[in-house]
């Protein structure tokens, strides 16, 4: 690795190291705040379906609506964080996903409540681009990718709380009620961020011009990009048809298949973190993310082996690859952080994260046609391409000393 220049002067005082983690927890608690917003929804589909009376597709359309709004904004909030800061951008943020998602809660109608969903989507993004910024901020190189492993966790936690509550609620109460549930904790994690959150210091610019274009001066951002669109094939085809696999394929009771799927995805979260360790231990994002990229692609491999021959360790496999499939993206997202600078960092990772969700939206019909046609045991094993391209793709020899 090169050495990095020297970091120019910063304004502002450092914190105390409780307040560095209980800025990580803000950070992290609207992160899964976010999460539940944009992905709850998903749960929604039963009772959108049984007692609302939309077919699987309108209620499906219902369902991805904060994922479309997601999309459309980050790059935006990226540019905002970049501009206003990190806290103003969170505030905002979740400030305007509390109330929308109140909106969706008070109304009536399937198109005016897609159109709720997508702006709070759009407006809970916010979170995606501002809550990593204040880590990578706050956080020493030596710390920050344990940090952001930590707040990593976040999504699969968020999904973890609102499948466990939405659908119930929805049951219980109605599709209404139901959507108070990340209203609530939006709103829970906006005052915590007001209470806890600064914004980190940023070079001093009084001396002169815009800050520098980091696309321009080299291809490390476009080829982690790349890296994370490949690396999310194999992720989303797990995440999606795990579940149906062990019912259809293995003849799972579906309890039992979404509870071995729960730990996985549990798993998965654990691994975000030691990963992320692992990454400040070897003081390197990037060596790290190739080594998941081989491993994913083996692992991958195994599975549709295994699948296809029927063998019992397939199962082993699968939680195996779910845990590792999700491994890179704290490394990939904390290393745009770093090598955009913190005047270009939000919309560095506005385009991070909005390539990887437009390849996820791609993922599960074109899997599926796989599987229609080849069957669990092919779309697998042909998953494992992808991570094979992924692995010398990553730019370990032109990443610079962390700092």
């Given at each position: 690795?090169?050495?990095?220049?020297?970091?120019?002067?910063?304004?502002?005082?450092?914190?105390?190291?409780?307040?560095?983690?209980?800025?990580?927890?803000?950070?992290?608690?609207?992160?899964?705040?976010?999460?539940?917003?944009?992905?709850?929804?998903?749960?929604?589909?039963?009772?959108?379906?049984?007692?609302?009376?939309?077919?699987?597709?309108?209620?499906?359309?219902?369902?991805?609506?904060?994922?479309?709004?997601?999309?459309?904004?980050?790059?935006?909030?990226?540019?905002?964080?970049?501009?206003?800061?990190?806290?103003?951008?969170?505030?905002?943020?979740?400030?305007?996903?509390?109330?929308?998602?109140?909106?969706?809660?008070?109304?009536?109608?399937?198109?005016?409540?897609?159109?709720?969903?997508?702006?709070?989507?759009?407006?809970?993004?916010?979170?995606?681009?501002?809550?990593?910024?204040?880590?990578?901020?706050?956080?020493?190189?030596?710390?920050?990718?344990?940090?952001?492993?930590?707040?990593?966790?976040?999504?699969?936690?968020?999904?973890?709380?609102?499948?466990?509550?939405?659908?119930?609620?929805?049951?219980?109460?109605?599709?209404?009620?139901?959507?108070?549930?990340?209203?609530?904790?939006?709103?829970?994690?906006?005052?915590?961020?007001?209470?806890?959150?600064?914004?980190?210091?940023?070079?001093?610019?009084?001396?002169?011009?815009?800050?520098?274009?980091?696309?321009?001066?080299?291809?490390?951002?476009?080829?982690?990009?790349?890296?994370?669109?490949?690396?999310?094939?194999?992720?989303?085809?797990?995440?999606?048809?795990?579940?149906?696999?062990?019912?259809?394929?293995?003849?799972?009771?579906?309890?039992?298949?979404?509870?071995?799927?729960?730990?996985?995805?549990?798993?998965?979260?654990?691994?975000?973190?030691?990963?992320?360790?692992?990454?400040?231990?070897?003081?390197?994002?990037?060596?790290?993310?190739?080594?998941?990229?081989?491993?994913?692609?083996?692992?991958?491999?195994?599975?549709?082996?295994?699948?296809?021959?029927?063998?019992?360790?397939?199962?082993?496999?699968?939680?195996?690859?779910?845990?590792?499939?999700?491994?890179?993206?704290?490394?990939?997202?904390?290393?745009?952080?770093?090598?955009?600078?913190?005047?270009?960092?939000?919309?560095?990772?506005?385009?991070?994260?909005?390539?990887q969700f437009l390849a996820a939206s791609a993922v599960p019909p074109v899997a599926g046609l796989a599987i229609t046609h080849l069957g669990y045991a092919a779309a697998f094993a042909l998953a494992a391409v992808f991570p094979v391209l992924a692995a010398p793709l990553v730019p370990v020899h032109s990443e610079r000393e962390l700092s």
């Open positions: 690795m090169t050495p990095q220049p020297s970091a120019p002067a910063v304004r502002g005082r450092s914190p105390s190291t409780a307040r560095r983690w209980a800025m990580l927890a803000a950070s992290t608690l609207a992160q899964a705040a976010a999460a539940i917003m944009v992905h709850g929804p998903a749960f929604l589909i039963p009772s959108l379906h049984e007692r609302e009376g939309l077919d699987l597709a309108q209620a499906g359309l219902v369902a991805a609506a904060p994922t479309v709004g997601v999309m459309l904004a980050l790059v935006a909030w990226g540019a905002a964080a970049d501009r206003w800061g990190e806290r103003r951008a969170l505030t905002t943020g979740l400030a305007a996903t509390t109330v929308l998602g109140a909106v969706a809660a008070s109304t009536h109608g399937t198109w005016v409540l897609a159109g709720s969903l997508v702006l709070a989507g759009a407006a809970a993004a916010s979170c995606n681009v501002a809550s990593g910024r204040v880590v990578v901020g706050w956080f020493p190189p030596e710390r920050r990718g344990l940090a952001m492993g930590i707040r990593q966790m976040a999504q699969p936690v968020g999904v973890g709380v609102a499948a466990v509550t939405i659908a119930v609620v929805a049951q219980r109460a109605g599709v209404s009620s139901a959507l108070w549930v990340p209203t609530a904790a939006c709103a829970l994690a906006l005052l915590l961020v007001l209470v806890v959150v600064v914004d980190p210091p940023r070079p001093d610019r009084r001396g002169g011009g815009k800050a520098a274009n980091p696309y321009r001066h080299d291809r490390f951002l476009a080829r982690v990009h790349g890296v994370s669109v490949l690396l999310v094939v194999p992720q989303f085809v797990v995440w999606t048809f795990a579940l149906v696999w062990l019912v259809q394929d293995r003849s799972w009771a579906p309890a039992a298949a979404g509870a071995v799927v729960a730990l996985a995805q549990l798993a998965g979260a654990f691994g975000r973190l030691a990963v992320g360790h692992l990454s400040d231990l070897v003081a390197s994002r990037m060596q790290p993310l190739r080594w998941v990229a081989v491993a994913a692609a083996v692992v991958m491999a195994g599975l549709g082996l295994a699948a296809g021959l029927g063998w019992a360790v397939a199962v082993v496999l699968m939680v195996v690859a779910t845990v590792l499939t999700v491994a890179d993206n704290g490394l990939a997202f904390t290393s745009v952080a770093e090598r955009a600078g913190p005047h270009w960092a939000g919309r560095a990772l506005g385009v991070q994260n909005t390539a």
